[in-house]
């Protein structure tokens, strides 16, 4: 395959490439977030995730902190816009389940 030709897998292919204690990127926060890619590592139970937000984390990240699936998480922000806080994401902080590294 050349440098210049893309490979494409069915998603649940691609999920299952990612292991568990994996560092992932994910973007999006609220507006186009990889949901279908996260809800198939939430269903194939991924976990131990060391998640870094780019730009922003949203409901992508809530979902995955509450589904157990995160670690840790590198944010500047974590927030579901108009729709209030994370409240999964929060629960995960203050309960000591999920490290986190904030950069404001």
């Known amino acids: 395959m050349s440098l210049n030709q893309a490979k494409f897998v069915p998603l649940a292919e691609a999920a299952a490439a990612i292991p568990s204690g994996s560092r992932v990127a994910v973007g999006g926060a609220m507006v186009m977030p990889p949901m279908a890619m996260v809800r198939e590592l939430i269903r194939q139970g991924k976990k131990d995730l060391d998640i870094v937000c780019s730009p ?3 409901i992508n990240v809530d979902m995955l902190a509450g589904a157990g699936c995160a670690r840790s998480v590198e944010f500047p922000q974590i927030s579901l816009g108009e729709f209030g806080m994370a409240p999964n994401f929060r629960r995960a902080v203050e ?3 999920l490290a986190t590294r904030e950069h404001s």
């Open 56 to 58: 922003i984390g949203g």
């Open 95 to 97: 309960s000591g389940r």
